[in-house]
């Protein structure tokens, strides 16, 4: 029993052992006193850190008193520091591996403590030097109004919060105060900690070397955590710490006010620059434009009664609202912290004048230095108005050369609609009856004409038939699509049942387009090609718009030819190992793609690979199934594919790239190791009368695709596998005759299988000389 015991608690009594083994390893550490530093190395020798596990030293050192020390080691390799209480626990660790945190810094009550001094990866060794000592911060008591130049040194202490050189800067407010503090150095930080050290607020490094805390103090002591963002940084530095005056100027609406920044400006506690504020009253709701003309990158933030943002502009941009009638302030900032600069404020109104313009009418209008501006202040502009009192398609444009528009509501907000705009110049679309707003505008500033253009947008409607041909031409009087913004004309026709359906483009106009949809529904029925496609319909009606995406001139002639017809793809059936000629025609089936096709037909008795070439001097393509070649006019395209028993269909196409109306002719030969059809089977005749005979038979190979009948050697029909019988009409009465029935697939034919019979007597052929005696 104790030795089943000693079994079973051996592991632990292993485990215990080892721990006090690796106890016994580190338990051992060096000695060090505060404010000293130690030359150390690490080698594959070194013993094992219980917390990295890799190459470790360790060495203890005791407090007398509260103190706040810095601990850091320098190394070619990456290291981690533990500190640890007396008992080995972890209390703090820092990492060369780590940017932000090479260092230790801590404030420790007296005691007893170890260092553990480690590296980031596995069999990493090198010399290193640990520096240890107590982390003195120099403080110094400062008062508002004050510019000092202070300077971080290797003797200086270091910040907790960025772990570079520190100074300590404490002062003491006997009331609230909008306070500025501003740091300028090489890659200063700067932190706000009240008097506990908790940090209140921070800021880091801005452009040209400032960095500033801006902001409202209660009554009471703070400090500031004078440091830089640079690792190891020593320099000087600029402490400029001073009351937050803001003077606020009251200015009138549509003036003109020049101003400057300057070190005796107030600080934006919004962009951290150089401000100058301007109040304003409204007694009435007002359309407003702020604008400052300035070198300087600047911002404007537009702020209410109780100093809270309402909207802000940045990097030069002018600003433009609505509001309503109260009290406001602008606050003009730079938006670069450290510089200087002069300014022009302009502030006013925006008065854009705002006429009316009549359905199917036109108007001239000019811009000069009295118009009111656009948006973003760039351009100037003028407002036309118009009303529908119902639902109508419109079209509005602007001519002139810099001149674009928009279409807003009654509210003067951006409406946007179900139009095409192209560049600004022309918006085509439907309307619900309601009032609307056009803003003509410009793409730049400048003193020029223009003219406003809205119409009705009427298109109009030829009704056309399926497989029919139309000709025509785009005019000035035609309507515009709201698709590509351009001239179209309309073609309607009906389906009487669900039918695959080809329209066909050919234009001189290069990017001439068909846009297809169900007249109910007003849906657009999406077509492959741009000028050609094929799709199926169900029955209903549907209209055909031919438009046009070119800029070509709109006085410029441009036909077209409109082809619709049924999409029929005749199939043919083709024999294994004999050359086919053939036609891509005008009259030839459309793929989906809209290219000419046309299709065969084969069968396979078993698993076999077929070989199909095809020889063309146009671009060409095969499709059989998922498999596709396509290849250009210089060279034969050949598809190889293994295929199961069965019934296959593949195309033949032309495909010259952006002409899918080529037509042309070609070559065909299919190749593979299949056998001729088997010969039918169980051939009989069925007598009717003396003039029909019926012979029937049964299918020989399921790979057969066809019979050819013969009646005394001359072939009178060639029927499909879904017949196996075939009557034979117009016989003489009492006559014998001889027939066969060869089958047939891609491979060729089969053996004929002939029969003999004769036909029944006529009994009653003697009554036709009397009958035509009597007739006569």
Not at 92 to 118: F, H, M
Not at 219 to 238: C, E, L, R
Not at 495 to 510: A, C, F, G
Not at 597 to 619: D, G, H, M, P, R
Request: contains cysteine.
């Amino acid at each position: 029993m104790q030795t089943l015991l000693f079994k079973l608690l051996r592991p632990l009594f292993l485990s215990f052992f080892f721990l006090i083994c690796l106890h016994a390893s580190v338990a051992s550490p060096i000695a060090i006193d505060i404010n000293s530093t130690i030359n150390g190395e690490l080698t594959s020798e070194s013993e094992t850190s219980p917390n990295s596990h890799n190459a470790s030293e360790y060495y203890t050192f005791t407090l007398t008193e509260d103190k706040n020390i810095s601990i850091s080691v320098e190394s070619d390799i990456y290291y981690k520091i533990y500190l640890l209480d007396n008992n080995g626990t972890v209390i703090k660790e820092a990492s060369k591996y780590d940017y932000n945190n090479k260092r230790i810094i801590a404030t420790l009550p007296q005691g007893t403590y170890k260092i553990d001094v480690t590296t980031v990866f596995n069999d990493s060794y090198s010399s290193f030097i640990l520096a240890f000592k107590e982390n003195i911060i120099e403080t110094q008591s400062i008062n508002l109004e004050t510019i000092l130049d202070g300077e971080w040194t290797n003797n200086s202490g270091l910040s907790p919060r960025s772990q570079k050189y520190s100074n300590y800067y404490t002062f003491v407010l006997t009331e609230k105060t909008d306070v500025v503090i501003d740091l300028e150095s090489y890659s200063p930080s700067l932190y706000l900690l009240d008097s506990n050290y908790n940090v209140i607020d921070s800021a880091t490094y801005y452009m040209g070397g400032h960095t500033k805390i801006v902001r409202t103090l209660e009554a009471g002591s703070y400090i500031m955590d004078v440091t830089s963002s640079n690792y190891n940084n020593t320099g000087i530095y600029t402490l400029r710490f001073k009351k937050n005056i803001i003077e606020k100027i009251e200015i009138d609406l549509n003036s003109t006010v020049e101003g400057n920044w300057n070190l005796s400006s107030g600080i934006s506690t919004h962009s951290k620059g150089y401000t100058q504020y301007y109040t304003f009253t409204l007694s009435e709701a007002k359309n407003l434009f702020i604008g400052v003309d300035s070198n300087k990158n600047h911002n404007i933030y537009l702020l209410d009664e109780n100093n809270s943002v309402i909207k802000r502009t940045f990097s030069g941009a002018n600003m433009f609202i609505n509001l309503d009638a109260g009290n406001y302030m602008i606050d003009v900032s730079l938006g670069n912290t450290y510089q200087n600069g002069t300014y022009t404020l302009i502030f006013k109104e925006n008065i854009i004048e705002n006429s009316s313009i009549e359905l199917n009418s036109s108007i001239q209008g000019s811009w000069n230095s009295t118009s009111g501006l656009t948006s973003n202040g760039n351009a100037y502009a003028h407002y036309y108005t118009f009303t529908l009192n119902e639902r109508k398609d419109i079209v509005i444009s602007i001519l002139g050369d810099n001149s674009r528009c928009k279409l807003l509501d009654k509210d003067g907000n951006h409406f946007v609609f179900d139009p095409i705009s192209v560049y600004g110049k022309r918006m085509v679309g439907t309307l619900e009856a309601g009032t609307y707003i056009i803003n003509a505008t410009q793409n730049v500033k400048k003193e020029e004409s223009y003219t406003v253009s809205l119409y009705e947008n009427i298109i109009k409607n030829q009704e056309i038939v399926l497989n029919s041909k139309v000709k025509g031409r785009w005019l000035d009087t035609d309507g515009i699509s709201s698709h590509t913004n351009r001239k179209v004309k309309r073609f309607t026709f009906h389906l009487e049942k669900r039918t695959e359906v080809s329209i066909d483009l050919n234009s001189s106009k290069e990017y001439a387009r068909i846009i297809l949809k169900n007249v109910d529904t007003d849906r657009m029925i999406g077509m492959t090609l741009y000028t050609r496609g094929v799709v199926t319909l169900d029955a209903g009606k549907y209209y055909i718009d031919v438009t046009y995406l070119d800029d070509v001139s709109e006085n410029k002639i441009n036909t077209f030819v409109l082809h619709i017809k049924e999409n029929i793809i005749e199939k043919k059936s083709i024999i294994f190992d004999t050359p086919t000629k053939g036609e891509w025609t005008i009259d030839s089936g459309f793929s989906k793609e809209g290219h000419y096709i046309n299709q065969y037909t084969f069968s396979l008795a078993e698993k076999t690979t077929v070989f199909i070439t095809l020889k063309s001097e146009n671009s060409k393509f095969i499709k059989l199934g998922w498999a596709n070649t396509y290849g250009d006019k210089f060279s034969n395209i050949y598809l190889v594919k293994e295929l199961d028993k069965g019934t296959y269909t593949f195309d033949v196409g032309i495909s010259e790239w952006n002409k899918p109306y080529k037509t042309g002719n070609y070559e065909l030969l299919i190749e593979a190791n299949v056998k001729p059809a088997l010969p039918i089977k169980n051939l009989n005749t069925e007598l009717i009368n003396a003039y029909n005979s019926v012979i029937k038979w049964e299918k020989g190979s399921s790979d057969t695709v066809g019979y050819k009948i013969y009646l005394n050697d001359k072939l009178v029909a060639d029927v499909n596998t879904s017949k196996s019988s075939y009557t034979l009409n117009g016989l003489d009465p009492n006559s014998e005759y001889s027939y066969s029935v060869i089958a047939y697939n891609s491979a060729g034919e089969s053996k004929a299988v002939s029969g003999n019979f004769k036909t029944k007597k006529d009994d009653y052929a003697w009554l036709i000389p009397m009958q035509y005696n009597i007739l006569n």
